[in-house]
């Protein structure tokens, strides 16, 4: 993994961070948490069409896509820019995907800017004591394809100052370091197995509200 970077500057400076002018603008421009989330929404969601990624907040911006780890360091980049820490936030799943959110602070509440392209994981606003209540906000409706209740954990906030921007801002290459950074990050348990025997499948609205998606996936040549 690239040596961490030396700072942890309030602002991050282009220079800091390796973007061109016209790229440090575009995220500049975008100071407050509702214009990043905005922003993000606006991208296409990345399908993943010939392989996995895990793109740089350069190559998201350069490719138009982007998928919720993508979009979350979109947001962290934008919210470093202009003063606040780039912070992530792993929501883990037990047979189900993980999720990945940038968060912010308003007061001493939190609050999180989330890529998705299902109704149901999307952002929320700064009105959370601590990491456990807004990763609890996300539980109802975190559910598989068999409509089971998957979430199970969550991570500590995890700074992306921490590593060098080559590896997560103008990366032209996968981000798969910080991927693994992020899951090794020590996580907290949100159930006891007993609680876990007592969750009850989604029910039929529910069932029709998790199918909803903002972009359809593109038919495959």
């Known amino acids: 993994m690239p040596k961490a970077a030396n700072t942890l500057r309030r602002y991050a400076r282009r220079e800091d961070l390796g973007l061109s002018a016209a790229e440090y603008r575009v995220l500049a421009r975008l100071n407050t948490p509702q214009k990043i989330q905005a922003f993000v929404d606006a ?10 990624t895990c793109l740089s907040v350069r190559e ?69 004591r601590n990491l456990r209540e807004l990763a609890m906000s996300y539980f ?15 991570s500590r906030a995890f ?5 060098d921007p080559e590896l997560w801002v103008t990366n032209q290459k996968h981000c798969w370091d910080l991927g693994w950074a992020l899951d090794a990050a020590h996580h907290y348990k949100l159930l006891t197995r007993q609680q876990e025997k007592w969750l009850c499948l989604r029910d039929d609205i529910e069932r029709k509200a998790q199918k909803l998606r903002i972009f359809q996936r593109p038919v495959e040549a």
């Open 60 to 128: 998201v911006l350069r490719q138009n896509r982007a998928l919720c780890i993508e979009g979350a360091v979109v947001a962290a980049c934008a919210l470093w820019i202009n003063g606040e820490p780039p912070l992530l936030f792993d929501l883990k799943a037990e047979r189900d995907s993980d999720h990945v959110v940038a968060i912010y602070r308003r007061g001493r509440c939190w609050g999180s800017i989330s890529k998705t392209n299902s109704v149901v994981l999307r952002r929320r606003d700064p009105i959370y």
């Open 159 to 163: 700074d992306l100052r921490r590593l």
């Open 140 to 154: 109802h409706e975190y559910a598989n394809l068999r409509y089971q209740k998957t979430l199970r954990s969550y």
């Open 43 to 52: 991208i296409p969601q990345n399908f993943e069409i010939g392989g996995q």
